[in-house]
């Protein structure tokens, strides 16, 4: 583990999901893009395994299934196992072309979204109580496409809940979009304070799964 410091994320970042071809975005998302995930995942490690309260390990996406379409998104995740975070519920900071996002996630891999499921049907309404307003939820995690939670009707959470229990390729996502042009993405200690703010507010739902 280094001791860097996270300094910004700047135009040229997102400028890299302009490429076109696998080999030349994959290449410039490797030396632009990937040193700072890096850092970020070892800069936030020591505090969300304090705030979890148990070991948490840093996984920056290597996007090695790929054989043809370059990545539209790429990502930092931090899970409670060493060898890997799909099959956990986890923790995730990446960028879009058009934003940056902090997120808590249960993807289609994760047997743990069963439980998520019968749990959010239960207690959506306290959800909605402890997760803010502007944070948004989706529904697919490849996908830049998501719901505020101000503009969610009730059904929307019995829905997401049902078809986390019985849709094997369901997944649940939740968090804080921070759009490109945004300066907090160019001040590197606020956003970092903003990523653990964020991922305090998203430890409910982390241990909702469990």
Same mark, same amino acid.
């Given at each position: 583990?280094?001791n860097v ?43 969300? @395994? ?13 996007? @090695? ?80 496409? @998501?719901?505020?939670?101000?503009e969610l ?55 909702? @799964?469990?």
């Amino acid at each position: 583990m280094n001791n860097v410091e996270f300094k910004r994320f700047d135009s040229k970042d997102f400028d890299v999901f302009t490429i076109d071809g696998l080999e030349p975005r994959m290449d410039a998302l490797i030396q632009t893009i990937r040193p700072k995930l890096t850092t970020i995942g070892e800069q936030i490690q020591p505090y969300l @395994a304090t705030l979890c309260g148990e070991e948490m390990y840093v996984h920056v996406a290597k996007h @090695a299934r790929r054989t043809v379409n370059p990545p539209k998104d790429t990502w930092v995740a931090w899970a409670s196992n060493k060898r890997g975070y799909k099959a956990l519920p986890h923790f995730e900071v990446g960028m879009f072309g058009s934003h940056v996002f902090i997120v808590f996630a249960i993807i289609y891999e994760s047997p743990r979204k069963v439980d998520f499921g019968k749990a959010l049907q239960t207690d959506w309404k306290k959800v909605k109580q402890m997760i803010p307003d502007e944070f948004y939820w989706s529904t697919d995690h490849m996908s830049p496409q @998501a719901n505020i939670q101000g503009e969610l009707d009730d059904q929307y959470w019995l829905d997401t809940a049902e078809r986390l229990q019985h849709v094997k390729k369901s997944e649940i996502v939740c968090g804080l979009r921070i759009e490109k042009d945004d300066p907090l993405l160019q001040d590197g200690k606020a956003f970092i304070e903003k990523v653990e703010q964020t991922f305090e507010q998203l430890l409910p739902l982390y241990r909702m @799964a469990f």
